[in-house]
């Protein structure tokens, strides 16, 4: 499996259409096997999705994230986990681990036009197995 995450200065970058890097993970039997950067290029959220599609990413962990940009992994089976924040490192093995800590409200990126009273699940679209900033888009 590979794994991608958004990367500033070995941190889980904050706004995935505005990710420059990305710490690409490959993982087998639950454990990192080999760990790289790969560049995020200067063109945005839709070519973001090409190059991890091209990188062979399965699953991206990230901050914040809008819907579009979600649907866009969807659409290309990535599975997406919002809300990450911290280590790089940290959070892929917390991720392994099953013990990666979200937070709900940093997984939206406020600027897409949500409005006030938004909640979790109104624009999302997702099927069972969907809880708030863990989204599993497929």
Do not use: R, W
Not at 26 to 32: F, K, L, M
Not at 56 to 68: F, K
Not at 124 to 136: N, P, R, V
Request: glycine share 18%; aromatic share 4%; net charge negative.
């Amino acid at each position: 499996m590979k794994i991608a995450v958004t990367t500033e200065n070995g941190q889980v970058f904050q706004h995935f259409g505005k990710t420059k890097t990305f710490t690409l993970y490959t993982v087998e039997n639950g454990a990192v096997q080999e760990k790289t950067l790969l560049d995020g290029g200067d063109e945005g959220h839709s070519a973001l999705v090409g190059v991890l599609k091209n990188a062979g990413v399965e699953l991206l962990i990230c901050g914040g994230i809008g819907p579009g940009a979600q649907n866009a992994l969807a659409a290309a089976g990535i599975t997406c986990v919002a809300g990450a924040s911290g280590d790089v490192d940290a959070a892929v093995a917390a991720y392994l681990a099953g013990t990666l800590q979200i937070d709900p409200a940093a997984a939206h990126c406020n600027h897409h036009g949500h409005g006030e009273g938004h909640t979790c699940g109104d624009h999302h679209g997702h099927e069972g197995g969907h809880s708030c900033g863990a989204h599993t888009c497929k």
